[in-house]
């Protein structure tokens, strides 16, 4: 192949990703106007702040799914371990006294745990990641139920517990907009730095891409996969724990409704299932059309069961448009 054609088909390739980012651009100003129209409250200042803050989590586990997707990979554990999250840290202040963010960095330290382990038996002894995961994410909810027997830790009388999520810093029509926003929003900053500007970031793109090819080029194919597992673990785990700080409550439960919106967000922001294709902002801005759905059809009065329905509709158009693409 000459290097002519090369060059023409990356920028077929380019021009192709680029129409698909408009799309879902335009697919979101769209659904916006549609719910602006339909409920006179959804445009209010105060409603978009609050989409914003609601979106925290599900942007957190966003970011873990899509950097597994990239090497090739699934997490299934990722609503589980958010849920191990917020439970660790409030089991710990509630039950065994520990300070309040000693308690968080263990919950942060749980979730890095989790995180080696999926990342160590897909790299390192072949399970594939999806079973793994899976075993994972049943072990975590048998700990989540012998902690917690199946009740919520209510957290009304810590404040320090509910600084992240609560705390106001500055207010918009008078919605506060706590520290958690700012985390995730730090959160994709780093996470397009990694991918854009350092070299396990490339790394990450080949080993997805083509594993023979990154493993001709010389890079660990084990370390990027258990480092991208590790940080899933940890962004889930926060996730969770922010989600928390925000309810105040530990809910030993929220894993199923995260997990599915976070695979959503991720593939209509672009990222392929197959591996090699991710992008950050786009990841965001999947991530924030899944929350305006949401936050649309509660307020025209959908139920939520058919809330189920529309997103994994929504999934399955998203990932045969890929799949149409490769063709």
């Known amino acids: 192949m000459s290097e002519t054609t090369q060059i023409v088909k990356v920028k077929r390739k380019m021009n192709r990703d680029t129409r698909q980012s408009i799309v879902v651009l335009i697919a979101l100003v769209v659904m916006m ?3 602006g129209i339909m409920s006179e409250y959804f445009l209010k200042p105060s409603n978009l702040v609050t989409l914003f803050v609601s979106a925290v989590p599900l942007g957190l586990i966003a970011i873990a799914q899509s950097s597994c997707l990239l090497t090739g990979n699934f997490d299934m ?14 089991w710990l202040i509630v039950d065994l ?7 968080f960095a263990i919950g942060l330290v749980a979730g890095l745990i989790s995180g080696l382990i999926a990342g160590v ?25 012998i902690i917690t027997n199946g009740d919520a830790y209510r957290m009304t009388k ?14 918009i029509d008078g919605v506060g907009i706590p ?27 080949v080993i997805g891409g083509n594993q023979e090819a990154a493993r001709n080029a010389g890079i660990n194919i084990n370390r990027g996969i258990v480092f991208v597992f590790t940080m899933s673990g940890v962004l889930s785990s926060l996730a969770g ?9 530990g809910q030993p439960i929220i894993g199923d409704f995260y997990s599915m919106h976070a695979i959503a967000g991720s593939v209509i922001g672009g990222t392929a299932m197959t591996g090699g294709k991710t992008n ?28 189920h329905l529309v997103t994994g509709a929504i999934v399955i158009l998203a990932i045969w448009v890929q799949t149409e693409r490769r063709k």
């Open 280 to 307: 950050p902002i786009m990841t965001f801005v999947g991530m924030m059309m899944v929350t305006v759905l949401q936050n649309g059809l509660n307020m025209i009065g959908v139920p939520a069961y058919y809330q």
């Open 77 to 90: 554990s990722v609503g589980m371990v958010a849920s191990l999250g917020g439970i660790i840290w409030t």
């Open 241 to 249: 724990m922010l989600f928390a700080s925000r309810s105040g409550s």
């Open 121 to 145: 038996t897909t790299a390192y002894m072949k399970v594939p990641a999806w079973i793994s995961t899976f075993a994972l994410m049943q072990i975590w909810n048998g700990v989540i139920l």
């Open 97 to 103: 006294g520990v300070p309040t963010y000693a308690a």
């Open 179 to 205: 520290p958690a926003v700012f985390i995730l929003i730090l959160a994709y900053i780093l996470f397009y730095i990694l991918l854009k500007y350092t070299k396990l970031g490339r790394d990450l793109y």
């Open 158 to 171: 810590y404040n320090d517990f509910k600084w992240l999520g609560q705390f106001k810093i500055f207010s």
């Open 33 to 35: 106007a549609f719910f």
